[in-house]
């Protein structure tokens, strides 16, 4: 889905923020950017801000349809001279490719741009890319008005391996909305494990299983619910295998209503990732004070401190994994620790209010206006 621009500001420059597969259907992305919009549509100090589908929700073979429409929206604003500056989000592989284009028109156009990067695996993706394709990567951080990253780990990484200078960097966390509600599970009732995410390797999603399926986890009363997309058929014939089949449901995607539900509903979150950015789904369960289970990987140490916000895990370690459920199943006294934790450093810096008021700083530093 595309997000024209409103008729009611004719010749108002704008800011044009790119987003695969729009503000619901690009997981973390799209989640962070449609909440992004709402908290600056609240600020009297915000400019005017677009968001355009450069991939599309639909099968992949329609995506270079929704990539040329966002190429002639962008043409088209420049053209009339609405484009303050192009917010570029950027994920990996085929984000990637794309946004290399989007940049080259930038710099035709002399639109001003940023790049905000993503990538869960962007590092991987990057070691693996070939001399040409990292010049290309590397040309396109250069050119950027601006870095935004989502941790001090991210940082580093642009740094010391995109060459991108220090002063061009800004750490922005992803953030969430302050809830209506907060995490408060039924007294009595099953405990629910939740899993929000992709089901696939890169998740963790064969070790959650096979730490479920341990003697010492399987002995306590629970039930787990896995809500994302990703290769549900072989995962679910999996947790059978393991004798999880009763005690485990993948729902599929899910909106953001329904991720709330969850969230406030459940016992607690996992995530056993071996690759990530900065997880929305930990920032939307710190938000409603959910505990939480992850790895310590991207960004995700910044936000949950073992002991203090949270768990961590490393990333593989069945036992540990095991160990960290058993610990929270076992003892409420420390969920509530953990919640209490995870709230305090929500409302500190993860609360979307203000992530965007540093965007709005950012458009104003970077933009052109005038």
């Given amino acids: 889905m595309a997000f024209l621009p409103t008729m009611d500001r004719p010749g108002k420059r704008m800011v044009v923020a790119l987003c695969p597969g729009g503000v619901e259907a690009s997981g973390g992305i799209g989640r962070m950017m449609g909440y992004l919009d709402t908290a600056l549509r609240h600020r009297k100090d915000s400019p005017h801000l677009i968001i355009l589908d450069t991939r599309g929700a639909d099968h992949i073979l329609l995506a270079p349809l929704h990539f040329a429409r966002a190429l002639g929206q962008i043409t088209w604003l420049a053209a009339t ?5 192009l917010h570029v989000n950027l994920a990996s592989r085929g ?4 946004k290399a284009v989007v ?5 035709t156009l002399r639109i001003p741009y940023f790049i905000h990067l993503h990538g ?9 890319a070939p001399h040409f394709a990292k010049a290309v990567i590397r040309w396109m951080f250069h050119g950027a008005a601006a870095t935004v990253v989502l941790g001090d780990a991210w940082r580093r990484f642009a740094i010391s391996t995109l060459g991108v200078a220090p002063q061009r960097i800004k750490v922005i966390y992803n953030g969430a909305p302050e809830p209506t509600r907060l995490n408060a599970p039924s007294a009595g009732d ?3 494990i939740l899993f929000l995410g992709r089901i696939d390797p890169s998740k963790g999603m064969p070790e959650l299983l096979e730490a479920l399926a341990r003697p010492e986890v399987m002995a306590r009363g629970w039930r787990v619910v896995a809500a994302g997309l990703g290769d549900i058929e072989t995962y679910a014939s999996r947790a059978a295998a393991l004798g999880l089949g009763e005690r485990i449901t993948f729902t599929g995607w899910v909106d953001r209503e329904t991720v709330e539900e969850l969230i406030i509903s459940a016992t607690f979150l996992v995530l056993p990732s071996y690759v990530e950015g900065l ?3 930990v920032i939307e369960a710190h938000a409603h004070g959910l505990p939480v289970i992850a790895s310590p990987v991207g960004a995700t140490a910044e936000i949950v401190r073992d002991g203090e916000t949270g768990l961590l895990v490393p990333p593989g370690d069945v036992d540990a994994l095991a160990a960290a459920m058993v610990r929270l199943l076992d003892d409420p006294d420390l969920r509530q620790r953990l919640a209490e934790g995870a709230r305090r450093l929500f409302r500190a810096r993860l609360d979307v209010d203000i992530v965007a008021a540093a965007f709005a700083d950012l458009y104003a530093t970077v933009g052109r206006w005038s």
């Fill in 81 to 85: 001279g609405r484009i303050s500056v």
């Fill in 190 to 192: 099953t405990p629910i």
């Fill in 103 to 107: 940049v080259g028109l930038a710099r």
């Fill in 95 to 98: 984000s990637t490719l794309r």
């Fill in 279 to 281: 997880p929305v789904a």
């Fill in 120 to 128: 869960a695996d962007f590092v991987g993706f990057f070691g693996s």
